[in-house]
């Protein structure tokens, strides 16, 4: 199969954007589902601990795989043809066919932004292993980006099996060592809870969240130590001018947290797929 790809670089683009749409389709799932299932089992293990029975009223929410995707205003199951990716919304015309609520512009964006990506991934690497991990990588860099935008949340049932992979895939020596895939996890988590703790003992507040020691651990595995100083400095630039600008146009209010996961994800994937080429052109810029 991948010999056919090889053989016609249309073909490869093409079929990757596809497959982009349809993970992009799942993917938006994973974000609307499974903080809920998350909470959910959660308190239950709470009642647990307490030696409480799990509340009776409270029924499991949605799982990721079985349960059929419906209408979140008026809970009416949807048709095979409206989970289409993209072409469904643009059909339904950004509204449920059946109670006329708007459709979250959500959708179709994380399903366009997974194809895009899954294309410059695929165009980056070719077709072979590096780009089919790559991949796999990006749609984790989305889910996890998407779920801490709407719920300051970075799960560890994402974070860490991210982390495992990052790791078995550097035996393979795909993007890294194992020696800096090692470090790299090591120094990813220490960095960020090095800061955390300067922050809270000047400022008596929390900066940052566990969640984020364990995502830059885990970009650590895949891109080895010497990536981290480029996904800090990417995600703090892009993170704070952001910051300003929201809080300068009055959409963020100071004090307000702003999820740094997403700028973690970005600065991320941008080093995994060409921190090679940022680093040359530094090094270029600067005359060292």
């Keep these: 199969m991948l010999t056919m790809l090889a053989a016609s670089p249309a073909l490869w683009l093409i079929s990757s954007g596809v497959l982009g749409l349809l993970v992009g389709s799942f993917l938006n799932v994973v974000i609307l589902r499974l903080p809920p299932r998350l909470f959910w089992r959660w308190r239950r293990e709470g009642h647990a601990v307490l030696g409480m029975p799990p509340p009776a009223d409270e029924p499991a929410p949605p799982d990721l795989i079985f349960s059929r995707s419906h209408c979140p205003h008026c809970h009416h199951p949807l048709a095979a043809w409206q989970n289409v990716p993209v072409l469904s919304f643009v059909l339904l015309r950004g509204r449920c066919r059946h109670c006329a609520a708007p459709i979250s512009l959500r959708y179709p964006l994380v399903e366009l932004a997974s194809a895009l990506l899954t294309v410059l991934v695929a165009w980056r ?141 970005g600065a991320g994937w941008i080093v995994l797929l060409w921190g090679d080429t940022l680093q040359q052109a530094y090094l270029d810029w600067s005359g060292l």
């Design 125 to 265: 690497f070719g077709p072979g292993l590096p780009a089919v991990a790559a991949m796999g990588f990006t749609w984790l860099m989305i889910a996890l980006a998407g779920i801490d935008l709407e719920h300051q949340l970075l799960p560890d049932d994402l974070t860490l099996p991210g982390l495992w992979a990052g790791l078995l895939i550097a035996v393979g020596g795909l993007f890294t060592d194992p020696a800096s895939a090692i470090l790299g996890a090591a120094a990813g988590y220490l960095l960020l809870w090095l800061i955390y703790q300067g922050f809270r003992l000047a400022t008596g507040k929390e900066g940052l969240g566990y969640g984020d020691f364990k995502l830059l651990a885990l970009l650590g595995a895949w891109c080895g130590w010497q990536g981290l100083p480029q996904i800090l400095l990417l995600a703090a630039a892009v993170g704070s001018t952001l910051g300003v600008g929201l809080i300068a146009s009055g959409r963020l209010q100071s004090g307000q947290p702003l999820p740094f996961g997403p700028f973690l994800a």
